[in-house]
DNA sequence: TTGTAGGCGTTATCAA
DNA sequence: TTGATAACGCCTACAA
């Protein structure tokens, strides 16, 4: 086994002492010009680069951000998540991502108890935490002890979280003004049936973005018909599977918001599939404003969350935490706005 | 400053050596029953988790995997990511992502130079490289000597990559198997006239489907148009410009094959924005078997390229290869298989 | 079975 | 400006 070049192996055959060519490599002290350009000539002899690993212990730091997520596979958390790395990077932080996909939202908490484990033991220097258990409005009791004691450990962000009086920071997105835009236009364009659809009762942005609407359709003297609202998870298939139910009835709606966009297409897929023309006969609006409302015929109407808006926030407000430039502003919110395409009309 | 807790706090107040509670904790010796059960205690009373960087230093080993990528945000990669991650997960092994995007495919490969030594310096136990310049047909010579170097630092395997006479692992699929049997279920619905659409000439994927495709028609007396392939990039917008040109040709080709999946969602995006009914008056099919083609209606044929499984072989031959059971077998080849759906018909 | 001591590759403190 | 030297937290001979 050949042996590592580490910087003792440069000293020596710069004919400095390890200390210097430390000293080199960080920056954070001057040294001599002509052992400088020794020790760079070395360096690149070898191609050697510092051991991060060793590095971090010594320094006590790793300048890593753990990320924990359900699925990066899903658009909106895809978009959230590549910003974030954008971002990091440039601010000369990596981030460890973590996909919880297996847990089960509703119950089971013990993939993201122990990726948050897991992610504590490789030191990061800070967490983020979006999505999963922290969306949910019952928190398991020992989930949110292992999350409260996680706060003396180590600095966390939530993007979009619901739990209260933990000393974190919080990024959250206010979908009510463009829940009001939605709704506004929406009845501007005669609709007064409207359902919605995907997204588990017991989750924080269901719950909330159902709330705001019944609220907002309030403001027209307008009620929500509970049948109307059709609980299911946020994928594609569940939009698939709620329209498919919405369709059946023998009261239909003309409008659909749905929880996201994944089951805006979803509802779409169903409703083409079954002949229904859209916008014409059902009017279709999702959330998030992810590249999917493009890829589909008629292009989706949806509430923007600015993901990358969210991403930068988030990393830029754990990173100024990190580096000491403190703010007591533990809440940022981040605004929503209705993005119009092609998937609602006037209702008939 | 409260100092942290190691093994030495454990050690102090359970009565024991350090090298006591380091073998409680990597189970590799045995430790008296009732020492045991005290360092047990002190444990869970202190919340304690080991330091994986400290382990990681004095192991030589960091049990995490590098993987680079251009963009786990497109279906294709995600997928492979997400089961790349759960399998190494399993096997013990976390993967630090790293996503290439900013680098332009052709020709700067700046990005994706920097993230190898920045993953590196991580101290990987090895890399993996799915996409971006590993296609390239006309590779750079000072990327290539880079990745020479590489190959003796760290092992390396190749997720479908291009670069010949190259010391690492390559799992690959074999695309000839799927797009003989397209090109054999087009031709039975009479398609003669057909287009293919996306990619670059100079990335692998592109050239070697395209040529396939050639060679398959061949078999059928069919000689292909090179009028009709449109070079783009692989997104959801390349298929949406690549199909409007075609449409706008006097003579249009029957049936479409695009590079991708993206690239026939956007593709069938045009067609019927401009009216033309898929597939009654144009078949089109994709590659990757992604979810994207069961979000759109007609739901898109394609020739499933088994990202699950390219992901699982990638790091059990990685991982296999870390822990001693060599193989020589250097190239892994992965089957691949056309998927019916609704966007093909018979040609008219 | 246990403890001592040295090493993993850097950084930082303290003299010189 | 430089060089010893002691951390950083853990692992593992080696000796007991």
Redesign the pocket.
Known sequence: MKK?I???TI?EEA?????????F??G?????E??RKRIDEIIKKYN????A???N????ATKTLGFIMPDVTAPFYGTVFLEAERVALEMGYSILLCNTMNDNVLTNTNVEMNYIDFILEKQVDGLIIMGGHIDNLRTAPEYLERINALTNQVPLVMINGEIRGLDCYNIRSDSKVGINQLVDYLVSLNHEKIAFIGGYMDIQPTMRRLEIIQESLARYGIGFNDKWFIEDDFSVQAGKDSMEKLLKMNDRPTAVICVNDMVAVGALHTAMKMGVKVPEEMSIAGFDNTYLTECVVPEITTVDLQPKKLAKTAIETMIKHLEGDMTDKKEIIIKTQLVLRDSCSIAR
């Open positions: 590592n580490t910087i003792y000293a004919g400095v002492s390890a200390a210097t060519v430390s000293r490599l960080t954070k002290a001057k040294v001599n002509s052992k050697y680069r510092p051991n690993i060793a590095r212990l010594s320094n006590q």
